[in-house]
């Protein structure tokens, strides 16, 4: 509670010195004297009336044998003529009848009488909520959250601990609002929610103060909600553990119907432990998305949960997706192989192992500001554009092409090891390159050699005269018969580069021309 005024009527003055007392105790409150009856209680009421609705008291409580008007008379007066003031009503009788009438009556509770701090606590701090949220339909001011005509909404579940499903929930949202949708981020990890933490935000209300609220309106959503500074609006978890057990499969049921009547895109953290209101969210989704990380463990923790939820009829396998959080390609455990463990379907868009891009802003609590370029954020953007929360032009789609740091490593090791075999390839490659053209030289050199000869030149200075300094292993050979000159050149093959290495291969070339020394006088 935080400046509750509380006015109060009782007759008898110890029950109001003892009820004085203990409301001095309250933190936040601030009580008025106790009124001795009840047109003294109704005067003081009707003139802050007049002043403004803003000068009434949150709270009054009124003792069962007030006077001169009956207890329930006063009670369902104020309630007519004054209808933002929480009514509470004191007795020593809380019998069902007398609850039961002081609720027809309009009381918003009844404490019984000997008094009890921590039960007029609750019934105080319940009446000023309740008072709080009239107050806020009534004023002009303030405006309420807009209707939508049935918002989207993706339940984010995880393996098990620590696989990452509070990043992967709040980056979703993220995606959403910067697809410029109206979103919702609610914590459902009721004994361990860590969006507050992950988001830097500090804020008293959470989930368990709607769990006691029939009427969910968009009022009480308001309330209840802290808009991030990003943009979501968040729902947190309680900050008290145990008050997750306020947190009932139907009040949690109300609550997402009135999310999904309220924003465009609702994101829920289910956390890892299954209770009847995260089941509720798995149930309702649009999307149940189960993040898992690449190893045996978390995967076996995957098809139990799966299994678990087709044994509670929570949800088929069929109808759930998983995604691979810590992705790389050198992994044993690829995403086609997880599909086939658990029966479901795998995100096309998986999300890398890069937690040094994640460590700075998850310390400081600033995951919001995690940096465009990281391929954490880019794979899970991929992955809210596969499930509609965001348009696949306007997310962070990884470029094609590129590529993690992980998998860069694992391409430099892969290349690396291939380079030997590149090289053996690329010599005998260019080896033939150098067979072929001896092979030319050969034919050519045989040419210049049995023209010389023909005409009683030196053949052999003949054939070396156009070869290149590398093609320095020649041998020439020489005959006539018939009126024809035959010669015959071979060449050594070099190696590699010319002149580098020899290579024991010889390659000839041959030749003929008329002898013209035959004919000459």
């Known amino acids: 509670m935080n400046g509750v005024r509380i006015l109060s009527g009782t007759p008898d003055p110890d029950t109001a010195r003892a009820l004085t007392g203990l409301l001095h105790q309250l933190p936040g409150a601030e009580p008025g004297p106790a009124l001795p009856d009840s047109t003294t209680l109704l005067d003081v009421l009707a003139r802050a009336a007049d002043t403004g609705i803003d000068e009434l008291p949150e709270a009054v409580v009124v003792h069962d044998r007030i006077s001169p008007m009956p207890a329930l008379e006063v009670i369902r007066e104020i309630a007519l003529r004054f209808p933002a003031v929480g009514v509470v009503l004191l007795t020593a ?74 990043v992967i929930a709040v980056q979703l949202a993220l995606a959403a609002q910067a697809a410029g949708k109206s979103t919702a981020l609610v914590d459902l990890d009721l004994q361990g929610g860590d969006i507050a933490s992950y988001l830097d935000v500090q804020f008293r209300r959470s989930v368990a103060d709607l769990a006691d609220i029939p009427d969910v309106t968009s009022r009480v959503l308001q309330d209840a909600m802290y808009v991030h500074e990003s943009g979501p609006a968040l729902l947190l978890a309680p900050g008290d553990g145990e008050r997750g057990e306020e947190v009932t499969d139907r009040s949690a049921r109300h609550v997402l119907h009135a999310l999904r009547q309220r924003y465009e895109v609702v994101v829920v953290d289910c956390g890892t432990q299954m209770t009847g209101a995260n089941a509720v969210a798995v149930e309702t989704a649009d999307t149940a998305l189960l993040v898992t990380t690449p190893d045996v463990v978390a995967v076996r923790a995957a098809k139990r949960m799966v299994r678990m939820w087709d044994r509670l009829q929570i949800r088929k396998p069929q109808d759930v997706l998983v995604t691979v959080n810590r992705h790389t390609r050198g992994s044993e455990i690829q995403p086609s192989l997880v599909a086939r463990i658990t029966g479901t379907r795998v995100s096309t868009a998986v999300v890398p192992a890069a937690f040094r891009e994640l460590q700075a802003v998850v310390d400081a609590g600033r995951l919001q500001d995690l940096d465009n370029r990281s391929t954490v954020k880019q794979g899970v ?55 072929g053209y001896t092979f030319t030289l050969a034919g050519h050199a045989a040419d210049q050699a049995a023209r010389a000869a023909a005409v009683g030149k030196d053949a052999r200075a003949a054939a070396v005269d156009d070869l290149p300094g590398a093609w320095d292993q020649v041998t020439v ?45």
């Open 93 to 166: 009788d809380p019998s069902p009848a007398v609850l039961s009438g002081a609720m027809d009556a309009g009381a918003r509770g009844v404490v019984a009488l000997p008094l009890s701090y921590d039960e007029l606590g609750a019934r105080i701090e319940a009446a000023a909520g309740w008072a709080a949220g009239v107050r806020r339909h009534l004023s002009p001011q303030q405006a309420a959250l807009p209707a939508v005509p049935g918002g989207t909404m993706v339940a984010v579940a995880g393996a098990k601990g620590g696989v990452g499903t509070t």
């Open 381 to 435: 953007w991929a992955l809210a554009a596969e499930v509609g929360l965001s348009a696949a032009g306007g997310a962070l789609v990884p470029r094609r092409g590129r590529r993690t740091r992980g998998d860069q490593g694992q391409v430099v090791l892969e290349t690396l090891g291939m380079t030997p075999l590149i090289l053996v390839v690329l010599i005998l490659v260019w080896q033939a390159v150098l067979a």
């Open 477 to 521: 050979d020489s005959g006539r018969a018939d009126g024809m000159v035959d010669v015959t050149v071979g060449l050594r093959v070099p190696v590699l580069f010319p002149g580098a290495v020899d290579f024991p291969l010889w390659v000839h070339g041959h030749a003929s021309a008329v002898d013209e020394e035959v004919d000459a006088p």
